[in-house]
């Protein structure tokens, strides 16, 4: 089974600037490498499904500006098969200036939001025919809140589970949360989210349990290179990291949400999702740039090839 996933979501160009060490405030340091790519966590989750052997219908907002036929040409000639890009002489196509550390991998992003922030929720209501033939619909917070709603109105009327990655982090997302099947908030976000301070597992486990509690049926708390913990009013589930050589972390969040929710809309367990999306992360972190994702052959050799549990605990409730 290919399942069925629709992103609405951003689609940004990356400058990339990869550095010996993230600069000090006031400082400037040469460049070692400039990488201008695509980006944008709707653009890379949609990456990272269709990379993951799913069928994906990517709908996103560009302007009218020197990065319009850029973006155009990319999702055309991507594996994203199925797309709705929408254009706007409004605002410009949404950016992001990126700086890595070559040492950590670890990157500091500005993001200018642009055309993204211009999508209308009557722009998505003509998209419907799409979205209601989809198995699994995911979503993040670099796009329209009013759009965002009404897919997920829409994903609710035909009980078509919603993962929503609650990243840049808004308070919106609160609101939304009894409307949505899966949040996949990272550390910095859980903690937002529930008012406890994600610094390792037990923490992990008490801001999931608080987060559950806001009304969504399951939550996942994305740990970096401790791996991922997941809740569902029941148990928790936590899934080490795969041992990956890191070259850069950007897009390792959104490579784990694209090959979740495609996981997912082929049929698979939630806990096989959950090992799935491990095992493409790791391999995404060993990639150039944010929206460079690894073949789903070679997610299933280091599956395959590598020793790995879960950890199951029952909730104390």
Known sequence: MNGKVCVLGSFNVDMISYLPRLPEAGESLLSNKFIFSPGGKGCNQALAASYSDSQVHFITKIGTDQFSDYAVNFISSS?????????TEKFQTGTASIFVSENSGENIISIYPGS????SADEVKIQ???II???IILLQLETNIEALKEIIAIGNEYNIPIILNPAPYNEIAIELLEKVDILTPNETEASLLSGINVID????????????????KKVVITLGSKGSLAYDGNKFIYSPAYTAVVKNTAGAGDAFNGALAASLAKGKQFSYALRYASAFSSLAVETSNASEMPEDINVMYRINQTTYSQVVTQSPE
Request: charged share 30%; proline share 0%; aromatic share 6%.
């Open 79 to 87: 594996k994203i098969k199925s797309s709705t890009i929408y254009q």
């Open 116 to 119: 993204n922030m211009d999508i």
């Open 128 to 130: 419907k025919d799409k």
């Open 133 to 135: 033939n989809s198995n």
């Open 201 to 216: 597992l037990d923490s992990a486990k008490q801001a999931a349990e608080a987060i559950y509690h806001k009304g969504v």
